[in-house]
């Protein structure tokens, strides 16, 4: 499974970015799909998160301002990020579970994208 991510950029305090990640590859079956963020000196933590069926969780930080979605024909999973801030400025990752025919489970991680946050 590769994950390729796009839409990070630079944008000002109350602006909107979305993230995109897409899954390619030998997907057998894709279960809980989400997005990270680690910012400079600090530790990778989780954004958003969504299920399968459609189940979402988020940070404290972001809730009413960043919704989650995805697309399971596609093995897509976006990030609408709005009235963003500057300690929003981190690389964000898209991660993926898959689980195989086997019934085993894989986590994958996407290369990261950069959003900025800055006037």
């Known amino acids: 499974v590769q994950l390729q991510a796009s839409g990070g950029g630079l944008v000002q305090p109350g602006g909107s970015l979305r993230l995109s990640c897409a899954a390619s590859?030998?997907?057998?079956?894709?279960?809980?799909m989400g997005w990270y963020r680690q910012a400079p000196g600090k530790q990778r933590e989780l954004v958003a998160g969504?299920?399968?069926?459609?189940?979402?969780n988020y940070a404290d930080s972001v809730k009413g301002r960043f919704t989650i979605s995805r697309d399971n024909a596609k093995n897509t999973v976006d990030l609408q990020m709005n009235s963003l801030k500057p300690e929003d400025t981190a690389v964000y990752f898209c991660?993926?579970?898959?689980?195989?025919?086997?019934?085993?489970?894989?986590?994958?991680w996407g290369p990261g994208t950069l959003v900025t946050v800055s006037s």
């Open positions: 590859g030998s997907v057998f079956l894709i279960t809980v």
């Open positions: 969504i299920t399968r069926g459609g189940s979402t």
């Open positions: 991660n993926v579970r898959e689980v195989t025919r086997d019934g085993d489970s894989f986590d994958y």
